[in-house]
């Protein structure tokens, strides 16, 4: 069965640095693209970034780019999120998933989820 | 960036309730609009993906419909189950975005 396990969450002061990691089994990692979305405490969902399945494309949120790097180790069947500069609005809890369709490039719905981890930012 | 609006922000229903949700688009997004359920404290898990397709194990009672700018989620008859937050999605641009959610809450 799919499994994504998000790790690498945590407390980080302003302006530091964080990165994410996203352990996937039970499919196929190197076949489907992968995306990182966010969710404040109490607030709705924002997608955060995709990374496309052989990583030739990347595609980021307006609110993170340039402070933000999504990266893949198809090797390792790991997805990763390099979070630089953070702001306390980057408090929530991040979510990996994965496309629905193979061999896609952003044109597919996130079909499974990983329970998420929480980064909070805060001095 | 598309940007993509839900309505209503909270709905309250019964069981057996027939309930519908909103969502519109800033531009057309052709058919690339998916659903999603959220429960607190739990991922979201994908209800229908390209308007109106089914994804699979999902219950049969919910169903989408709409092109273009606007699209809607019915639950045909409401379940005890179904109590949670539901979002749409757009993946039409390489800028992916959510509605803002629509709270189903028991009446």
């Known amino acids: 069965q799919v499994q994504l396990v998000e790790s690498g969450g945590g407390v980080v002061q302003p302006g530091g640095s964080l990165r994410l990691s996203c352990a996937a089994s039970?499919?196929?990692?190197?076949?489907?693209?992968m995306h990182w979305v966010r969710q404040a405490p109490g607030k709705g969902l924002e997608w955060v970034a995709f990374?496309?399945?052989?990583?030739?494309?990347?595609y980021y949120a307006d609110s993170v780019k340039g402070r933000f790097t999504i990266s893949r180790d198809n090797s390792k069947n790991t997805l990763y999120l390099q979070m630089n500069s953070l702001r306390a609005e980057d408090t929530a809890v991040y979510y990996c998933?994965?496309?629905?369709?193979?061999?896609?490039?952003?044109?597919?719905?996130?079909?499974?989820w990983g329970q998420g981890t929480l980064v909070t930012v805060s001095s | 960036d598309i940007q993509m609006t839900q309505s209503p922000s909270t709905l309250s229903a019964s069981v057996g309730d027939r309930v519908t949700i909103t969502c519109r688009a800033s531009?057309?997004?052709?058919?690339?609009l998916a659903w999603y359920q959220q429960k607190p404290g739990k991922a979201p898990k994908l209800l229908i993906y390209?308007?109106?397709s089914l994804e699979s194990g999902v219950p049969s009672r919910f169903s989408g419909s709409g092109s273009g700018t606007e699209f809607t989620l019915t639950i045909s008859s409401l379940q005890p189950d179904d109590f949670a937050t539901y979002y749409c999605q757009q993946y039409n641009s390489y800028s992916s975005a959510f509605g803002q959610g629509t709270k189903v809450e028991i009446k």
């Open positions: 039970g499919f196929t990692f190197s076949s489907y693209g």
């Open positions: 998933a994965k496309d629905h369709d193979d061999y896609g490039d952003y044109d597919a719905p996130l079909d499974y």
């Open positions: 390209k308007a109106s």
């Open positions: 531009q057309s997004i052709s058919s690339w």
């Open positions: 990374i496309r399945y052989d990583g030739s494309n990347k």
